[in-house]
C-alpha cells in the first residue's frame, strides 16, 4: 500500500498569515493516464471531511482562492496564503492512484496562534 | 442536493455484529461506486471498503477482509456494510462517501453513524 507521511502533524498560525503543509508518498502517484491523483481534505471540529483540491492543484467549487496545492510524483504541498479563523481543523491528503486501498495521510492539525 | 445518510451504527460487544446503511439522493445512484471510511475517535481517516455501481467485485482494506461485507440495492438507493466479528480496533464513526479523485466537484460524504465495541 501506498504510506503518506505529512507535515507538520501541528500548525499554530497566526490570522493573516501563510500556512503550508507537506505531503509526501512512499511511491510516485503519477497514473497510466498521466493524471496524478492526490487530493486535500480538511475537517473542521465536528464535521465531516470535505475536499479542497483535487489532482494536485485543482479548486473544488466555493473553495476560496488562498487554498492552492501543488507538486509533482512524490512530493505536495498544500498551501493557505493568508490564515482565516475558519480554517481551523485537520488537514489530510490522499492519494487516489494506486487503488484499492485509498490512502491518507496522518492529518495536520491547523489552529490559530 | 446530493445527500448520503448513514444509519446503523450503535453499541456492540466484541465479536458481534451491526449493519450499516447509507442512504443516497440527488444524483443517478447507480452510475456510482460508493466507499465506505471510518475515523477512529480522535485519529485519521481510514477507508475501509468500496462497492462499483453495479456491484461487482468489491473492495475491503485487509484488517476487514473476512470480516465485513459491503453490498448495495439499486432500487432503494442504498449501500449496506454488514460487520461481523468485530473488534475494539473497529470502533470508529464510518462514513459512506461518493469519491472520484480525478473530476470536478463529485466528491461526497456523509455525516457519518458511530459504531462502538466494547463489553
Known amino acids: 500500500d501506498v504510506v503518506m507521511t505529512q507535515s507538520p502533524l501541528s500548525l499554530p498560525v497566526t490570522l493573516g498569515q501563510p500556512a503550508s503543509i507537506s505531503c509526501r508518498s512512499s511511491?510516485?502517484?503519477?497514473?497510466?493516464?498521466?493524471?496524478?491523483?492526490l487530493n486535500w481534505y480538511q475537517q473542521r471540529p465536528g464535521q465531516s471531511p470535505r475536499r479542497l483540491i483535487y489532482k494536485v492543484s485543482n479548486r473544488d467549487s466555493g473553495v476560496p482562492d488562498r487554498f492552492s496545492g501543488s507538486g509533482s510524483g512524490t512530493d505536495f504541498t498544500l498551501k493557505i496564503s493568508r490564515v482565516e479563523a475558519e480554517d481551523v481543523g485537520v488537514y489530510y491528503c490522499m492519494q487516489g492512484t494506486h487503488w484499492p486501498p485509498y490512502t491518507f495521510g496522518q492529518g495536520t492539525k491547523l489552529e490559530i496562534k | 442536493q446530493v445527500q448520503l445518510v448513514e444509519s446503523g451504527g450503535g453499541v456492540v460487544q466484541p465479536g458481534g455484529s451491526l449493519r450499516l446503511s447509507c442512504a443516497a439522493s440527488?444524483?443517478?445512484?447507480?452510475?456510482?461506486?460508493i466507499h465506505w471510511v471510518r475515523q477512529a475517535p480522535g485519529k485519521g481517516l481510514e477507508w475501509v471498503a468500496f462497492i462499483h455501481d453495479d456491484g461487482r467485485d468489491p473492495y475491503y482494506v485487509d484488517s476487514a477482509k473476512g470480516r465485513f461485507t459491503i453490498s448495495r440495492d439499486n432500487s432503494k438507493n442504498t449501500v449496506y456494510l454488514q460487520m461481523n466479528s468485530l473488534r475494539p480496533e473497529d470502533m470508529a464513526m464510518y462514513y459512506c462517501?461518493?469519491?472520484?479523485?480525478?473530476?470536478?466537484?463529485?466528491?461526497?460524504w456523509g455525516q457519518g453513524t458511530l459504531v462502538t465495541v466494547s463489553s
Open positions: 511511491q510516485s502517484l503519477v497514473y497510466r493516464d498521466g493524471n496524478t491523483y
Open positions: 462517501a461518493n469519491l472520484r479523485p480525478g473530476e470536478h466537484d463529485i466528491d461526497y
Open positions: 440527488g444524483f443517478i445512484f447507480s452510475n456510482y461506486g
